[in-house]
DNA sequence: TTGTATGCGTTATCAG
DNA sequence: CTGATAACGCATACAA
């Protein structure tokens, strides 16, 4: 591997030059800048970047951490980062946060060892109290996808989650539903509220009631979506429509209808919520809620880069989620042969 | 940041003695090592990344492409990858090679200016030639996840595409199928050859005669899969069952099957190839071929550290891929009512 | 068992 | 516009 010392030598210059010439940092006279690039690539040299990083304290290297690499939508995520990063000359450090608030907590620490220049965190598990505290022990900059700590506001990526529910729900309703249930994600986790709020303000932007009755907290796992469509059905009230707080549930829902004889549509609308790629095959399609990851991640990307570079960001901090209208709702049937659900 | 220097002066000992305990490299006389480690945490030590990098000339780092990152199975490729890389405290950074030649070999480069200890390589459109060039022109360590290039046998993580091929077409001829066709992806790629060999290999294992009318190239998307199942009904030939190259292939097929009328898997048989999440929410649910990608990520990570390390690698080069029953294969009806489906 | 000194390849500060 | 040289933080050969 030739060395920075190398090209000087060949060139005639001083190893000073040469890092000019690399980095274009101050003027350098044209007849020496030819002779020094002449010898570079005679040479082939590349700077070594464990030299740069040292000597500059920066390595160009964005770190992230995600909940589980193999989930339905990190794929998206993901590769917009990469891409964004890619263009701004950044690599970026992945790293899986598993499921827990500790492997969260230890994957945010590797990478911190690291010294990474800025990091992307889509984490689940570790608390708002985790993110502050993380964000005061650390000088590296901390951008957070999908998630909005008040106190780090300026750090989120996110999306309105309420805006969301209140969309799903009002389609519902704008199809003539009114019984509608709702299947959450776990309440602890702020998303799944703002969700289930969306749920709510529609509801009663329609002039209809909130009832604890017709809501139940599920896991946003396919089986937790079954179980919970069990209960509803067993609580006997009528329903002719579930929202759910994201599309693995709504497949777990729609999947026992079925099997208790239901028809999907037909008797029941169901509707998901975050759009991954399945609900489109899914049959029936899915009517459900984008969120738009990808635009989220070129943001995020962007704005730890800003930060890295002690840039004022320029990015678009909240993103709007849309209906997507696929089969799995229909008008409701007022002509009266409708089954009566809680009789079976 | 505290260096190595600052624990050297609060422990009353060498920097070499803190370098010692640190990478427990040496002996080092319990009572000092003890004094070694309340300075450590004392200060909060943590060894410089970048100077360790520039003394020990490698970085703990493996560098990864894949061709993209959104699609439906690297996600557990990446997990798995990201999870072996984790366990042996190595980081890994990603880059997305997009789908042509260019963009791959750029982003090879990108990885390899980074100076990563090792590349681990999971791409389409480069070609033999390229990767074989590269093997020789780095002293890098190379792995090849889903391909075998001859050359480079030892660095290869690669399935049997041959014998997957051979599965799905041997279930389809217990079924007592016999007029399969076979849609391919595109045939420059070796595995898309592999797999058409296996179907070759399979009928004639059968006593059947292969038969190019019954076969046609396509692109391993959607779109194509439909437009081949297409071009296949409109040459008339009888067909009972079709074997594809991918899963979204089989989904093309599928879905233009069930516009033009036919019933899937009533009148026609379909496979797919790849088991890719989505299969299992198909309708109807397909009947595939399972490569085990996650495994072949945990294998391709391992045996890059090894040679990382020039360590002789002990892992699995070739992995065999299984038949996946689900609903879109029936046995042949042969009680004579079946639709002549070339007079559609 | 421990300490000293040098090198790793760049960047950046100061002179010239 | 260019050159000399001191950091950057750690590992390691060589001494003690």
């Known amino acids: 591997m030739a060395t920075i010392r190398d090209v000087s030598k060949k060139a005639g210059v001083s190893v000073a030059t040469v890092s000019r010439v690399v980095n274009s940092t101050q003027w ?12 570079m690539d005679a040479l082939g040299y590349q700077p070594n970047s464990y030299a740069k990083a040292l000597a500059t304290n920066r390595s160009d290297i964005l770190g992230m951490v995600v909940g589980d690499l193999s989930g339905p939508f990190f794929g998206d995520l993901m590769g917009r980062v990469e891409l964004e990063a890619r263009q701004q000359h950044r690599h970026v450090l992945i790293t899986s946060g598993g499921l827990n608030r500790e492997e969260e907590l230890d994957a945010v620490d590797f990478l911190l060892r690291r010294q990474v220049d800025a990091l992307i965190l889509h984490v689940d598990s570790m608390t708002d109290a985790d993110l502050h505290a993380l964000a005061r022990r650390t000088e590296t900059p901390i951008v957070l996808i999908n998630r909005f700590v008040p106190e780090l506001k300026d750090q989120c990526i996110h999306v309105n989650n309420e805006l969301g529910g209140r969309k799903a729900v009002d389609y519902l309703l704008a199809q003539g539903h009114t019984d509608i249930a709702c299947i959450t994600g776990p309440l602890y986790k702020s998303d799944s509220r703002a969700r289930l709020h969306g749920y709510r303000q529609a509801l009663e932007g329609a002039g209809l009631t909130f009832s604890e009755s017709m809501v139940v907290e599920a896991d946003y796992m396919e089986p937790g979506g079954s179980d919970a469509m069990a209960r509803l059905l067993d609580r006997g009230y009528p329903i002719t429509a579930v929202a759910c707080g994201n599309d693995l549930m709504a497949y777990g829902a729609i999947r026992l209808l079925k099997d208790r004889g239901f028809s999907v549509p037909g008797d029941i609308a169901v509707t998901g919520y975050d759009d991954i790629v399945m609900s489109g095959y899914f049959e029936p399609g899915l009517t459900t809620i984008h969120v738009p990851v990808g635009d989220m991640g070129t943001q995020a990307a962007q704005l730890a880069v ?11 901090h909240q993103f709007n989620p849309d209906l997507i209208i696929r089969d799995s709702v229909q ?5 009266g042969h409708k089954k009566k659900i809680h009789s079976l």
């Open 331 to 335: 008008p409701l049937d007022t002509s």
């Open 306 to 316: 800003a930060l890295a570079e002690k840039r004022v960001p320029e990015v678009q």
């Open 28 to 39: 350098v006279a044209p007849e020496t800048r030819a002779r020094v690039i002449d010898a």
